[in-house]
C-alpha cells in the first residue's frame, strides 16, 4: 500500500531533550515536507527537501532540523524541545513535477 | 507570496443540509487550489483540487467546488450534508519560491453536522 508514515504517533517529552521524529514514504517521491498543525493556524511548513541531500527552511524553521540522506526518509529533529513546539506534525510528500501532496497520520507531540 | 483566507473556523448544519464552506485565496499567477479534510486523529487527505482545467471540480464523498477568479474564491459545497462529514476542512493553494512548490494552507473550518 502506497502510503506516508511516521513515528512515533504520540510523544510526551520534557524542555531540551532531544528527540527524533521519523518520516517514510514507500511511493518513491522525490519532494518531502514538514507541516505543524496549531488551532487556528492551520497547517505551516516547517522544512522541505526536494530530493536526496536538498533540504530548505519553510516558513517557520526555528528549533528544527531535518536530515534527508535517503530518499524514502525524511527525520525530524528536535536538539532542544520547548513547550512552544507542542503541536501536531505531518509529514508530506509528492512526485516532482506533480502538485498533489499524501500526508502521513500525524505526530502529536507535547513538551513539558 | 499566495495565502488563503478561510470564512468561519466552525461551521454547523443540520443533517441533510447544503454544506458551503467558504475559501478565499490571493495569487499573483494562476494557480493550483485544493481542500483537504481531516477526520478525528487521522492526517489529511485531498478531497478535490483545481488546476487550471474545469472551473467545477468535483471531489470524492460527494463534494465539489467552483473556482471563481473574478471573485478569487474556490468555495466546497456538499448538496445534503451526512453525520460521516463531521471533520476539519482545509483549503490550500499551491505556492512555488525559487522553484520549490509548497502548500499554504488557510486556518481550517471544523464542520459539525447535527441530527
Redesign the interface.
Known amino acids: 500500500e502506497a502510503q506516508?508514515t511516521q513515528n512515533p504517533r504520540y510523544l510526551i517529552t520534557v524542555t531540551g531533550k532531544k528527540l527524533t521524529v521519523t518520516c517514510s514514504q514507500n511511493m518513491n517521491h522525490e519532494?518531502m515536507?514538514w507541516?505543524r498543525q496549531d488551532p487556528?493556524?492551520?497547517?505551516?511548513?516547517i522544512y522541505?527537501s526536494?530530493n536526496v541531500e536538498v533540504t530548505?527552511k519553510?516558513d517557520v524553521p526555528e528549533g528544527y532540523k531535518v536530515s534527508r540522506k535517503e530518499k524514502r526518509n525524511f527525520p525530524l529533529i528536535l536538539e532542544s524541545p520547548s513547550p512552544n513546539q507542542t503541536s501536531l506534525y505531518?509529514c508530506?510528500s509528492r512526485p516532482q513535477g506533480q502538485?498533489?501532496?499524501?500526508?502521513?497520520?500525524?505526530t502529536r507531540l507535547l513538551v513539558l | 507570496a499566495q495565502s488563503?483566507t478561510?470564512l468561519g473556523?466552525h461551521v454547523s448544519v443540520s443533517e441533510g443540509a447544503l454544506v458551503l464552506l467558504r475559501c478565499n485565496y490571493s495569487s499573483s499567477v494562476p494557480p493550483?487550489l485544493?481542500w483537504?479534510v481531516q477526520y478525528p486523529n487521522?492526517?489529511?487527505?485531498?478531497l478535490l483540487?483545481y488546476?487550471s482545467a474545469a472551473t467545477l471540480v468535483k471531489g470524492i464523498n460527494g463534494f465539489e467546488a467552483e473556482f471563481k477568479k473574478s471573485e478569487t474564491s474556490f468555495h466546497l459545497t456538499k448538496p445534503s450534508a451526512h453525520m460521516s462529514d463531521a471533520a476539519e476542512y482545509?483549503c490550500?493553494v499551491?505556492d512555488t519560491i525559487q522553484g520549490?512548490?509548497?502548500?499554504v494552507?488557510?486556518?481550517?473550518t471544523r464542520l459539525t453536522i447535527n441530527p
Open positions: 506516508v519532494y515536507s507541516y487556528g493556524l492551520g497547517l505551516r511548513q522541505y526536494m530548505d519553510g505531518f508530506a502538485e498533489t501532496q499524501y500526508f502521513g497520520p500525524g | 488563503v478561510q473556523s493550483y485544493f483537504y487521522q492526517g489529511l487527505q485531498l483540487k488546476t482545509f490550500a499551491s520549490a512548490q509548497k502548500l494552507f488557510g486556518q481550517g
